[in-house]
Structure formats: C-alpha cells, structure tokens
C-alpha cells in the first residue's frame, strides 16, 4: 500500500510504503553522499509513545528506508510493526495518530544543515470490525 501526502491512514497491521524527496532549502534535492546522518523516531501522538522501536533509528539506507543517491528521493517500506494500535483504548473503526520525524543532518558546502521532516499517520483499528 502506498501512502500520499493526501491520504495516510493505514489499517492496522498493514505494510505500507511512504515516499519523500529531500530537498535543501533552495529546492535541490540532497544528495546521499552529503547525508551524515538520517534518523526516525515514531511516536503515537498525545502519549509520546515510541512505535516498533523507532526512536531516533539510524535509516542511511538501513531498517527498511532507502534514499536515491542522486534524486534525494527516500523510500520508507513500513512493516506491520509500524503501523500497529499501541493504545489499549481504542475502539474497533477509530484512528490513533503516529507521528513519524525523519531527521537528516547533510553538508551543504562547508557547512552542516538540518532537515526535521514529520509525517502525520493515521492507523485504523480493525479488531472486531464487523
């Protein structure tokens, strides 16, 4: 399942893949080779609760992330970990919200720049959904 910008609610359980270019603040995309590090922390939101373990995770082209060398694009191939209910309130057909933070440090001439992207996910509870 692919995830946009428009539309990211993800059912319970699923895998899914979400996409993003890096691009510096002029609008060009980051190359890998100028990345020094890249991290992910997902949390639920209101709670702060980390998701699958993913709390400041190193992604350069590792834990199920991969970033093109020269278009900046970044691919996230979620697993059914990261997008699991971790609320034990929930009811069946509600959303709990997930932030992901993709955090990336690169060179840009001499010096070092930083770049926080979040992403809001919505996970639906299917359990007991008729």
């Known amino acids: 399942m692919a995830i946009s910008d428009a539309q990211r609610i993800i059912n319970e359980g699923n895998t899914f893949t979400y996409t993003a270019t890096l691009l510096d603040a002029s609008g060009a995309a980051i190359l ?22 993913r ?10 992330v991969t970033i093109n060398a020269t278009s900046g694009l970044l691919t996230w191939l979620g697993q059914p970990g990261d997008s699991a209910i971790v609320g ?5 057909g509600i959303l709990e919200q997930h932030y992901a933070i993709f955090k990336v440090a690169y060179l840009a001439g001499v010096s070092t720049k930083y770049l ?13 959904i008729p």
């Open 32 to 53: 890998l080779s100028s990345i020094s590090t890249i991290t992910l922390t997902q949390f639920v939101a209101g709670t702060g609760t980390i998701v699958n373990s």
């Open 55 to 64: 709390d400041g995770q190193n992604i350069l082209n590792a834990n199920n």
């Open 88 to 92: 034990t309130n929930r009811a069946p």
């Open 116 to 128: 926080n992207h979040p992403v809001e996910l919505n996970i639906l509870q299917l359990q007991k």
